[in-house]
């Protein structure tokens, strides 16, 4: 403990240890029926930590076997957790939240641990996820309202109906909050659900699937299958018995995803990568938007899909801008992902990390010029840890403007007035999100119709409210999550007419 008594690095890498010795122990297995499971294959990769790299355990490699045990259990779940009443489904919901933010620690600890993001962020995966299933809990009972539709004679009424089992393939970089945020409004709809957790990150999956069991989940509703992308992730999106597949990823996985979907007609919902632009206008309160620009970028070790990684600032205000960027590049605090005030953690993986580091060359050989933040402190090389940086006077059309980084990386560019600036906005295959900086309210409104984007944030960072549409436009994703819309993927709508006997029904033959 710190002389506060909050925790301190020793004390969390202490419990952290205790947390994760369980999968040092014995491999991680899968989740099938409400109960573990080793895998048909026994075969097994090996799980490392962003922090050295070194081992923190080994991982069932799932087969197109496991998959099937997994499907068949949420295929003969579907019918009773289809018909449990919407209000005792509602109050296991809320139980599973309760039981998550009892292990709010452990989650917060493990999922750091396995990810490399700052437990400063990560004491938030839990009460975050925990939102999720409140949320969607309370909207349990009126999912399957649907409309009322009279005509002249007939009366048209609209039911939802759950689609049935569900595949949920999910990403590395957050991955218990981004889990419950598709696997929360599927259950709650009234769907079963196979979940293959991301290879690189797959411990706080097993947390969930655990406490689903402990919340009342009955076996089979909510499966966990670890395994690698090309195997297990494809043979569930291959799964005839699973009917629509929600996929957070890239987007190159998304197009293997809808080819592998489409000979058995995979309903598919996708959220994908993203080259967001922040937009800077000379009037803009500069001080707000550039606390925003550096947290949208630098937080969650820049790993996070609506990051805002191009910065298009207005020529006016560049050199001001940068400056002060360069400052605050410079007091950004890179460590150890359990110390309280990291706020940069390593990287997931060398090959992620040698994947960022790469784009130092490009930006140097595209002709940009190489910002560089706080450096890596000595003791912390055996990690994935880089130091924060930004490319200066780059072009929208180099590939540090076009291609998702994922990394503490920003392109800055400038722009001369809003029309330009627009057009640099849209000139990338992307469309997840888009922010703006002005106090100018006609230009916001402009912004806000003309910028290709799934949602925008005008002078604010990206600020989640649990109702609104999530998703992108263009490569970024297909389909929208966050209030019913959720719902609207993960159910079928049906409608029904019923006749007043009053028309005349065609008569054919004598
Ligand atoms: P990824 O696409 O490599 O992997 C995501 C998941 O897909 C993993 O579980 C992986 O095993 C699985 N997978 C890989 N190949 C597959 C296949 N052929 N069939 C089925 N499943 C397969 O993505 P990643 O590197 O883990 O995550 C980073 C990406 O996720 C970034 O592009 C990021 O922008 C995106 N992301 C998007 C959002 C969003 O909401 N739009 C949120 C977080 C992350």
Known sequence: MS?????????????????????RESPLGHFINGKPAEGRSGKRFTNISPLNNEPLGEVAAGDARDIDDAANAARAAFPAWRDVPAAKRRALLHRFADLIEKRAEEIALVESSDTGQPIRFMNAAAARAAENFRFFADRAPGARDGLALPAEEHFNFTLRQPIGPVGIITPWNTPFMLSTWKIAPALAAGCTVVHKPAEWSPLTAMLLAEIGI????????LNTVNGLGEEAGKALTEHPDIKAIGFVGDSATGSAIMAQ??????????ELGGKNPVIAFADADLDRALDAVVFMIYSLNGERCTSS?????????????EARLQARLSTLRVGHPLAPETEIGPLIHPRHRDKVLGYIEVAKREGA?????????ADLAAGNYVRPFAFIGARNDMRIAQEEIFGPCLTVIEFADETEAVALANDVRYGLTAYAWTRDVGRAHRLARRLEAGMIWINSENNRHLPTPFGGMK???????????SFDFYMETKNICIALDTHKVPRLGG
């Open 475 to 485: 490569a970024s994703g297909v389909g929208r999550d966050g209030g019913d819309y």
């Open 261 to 270: 979907g489409a000979p058995t007609l995979k309903r598919v919902h996708f």
């Open 369 to 377: 010029r190489v910002l560089e933040g706080a450096a890596v402190a």
């Open 214 to 221: 402990e919340a009342g989940l009955p076996p089979g509703v």
């Open 3 to 23: 002389a506060t008594g909050s925790p301190n690095l020793a004390t969390n890498s202490e419990k952290a240890a205790r947390y994760l010795a369980r999968f």
């Open 309 to 321: 990684s191009r910065l298009l600032v207005e020529h006016s205000i560049a050199r001001e801008f």
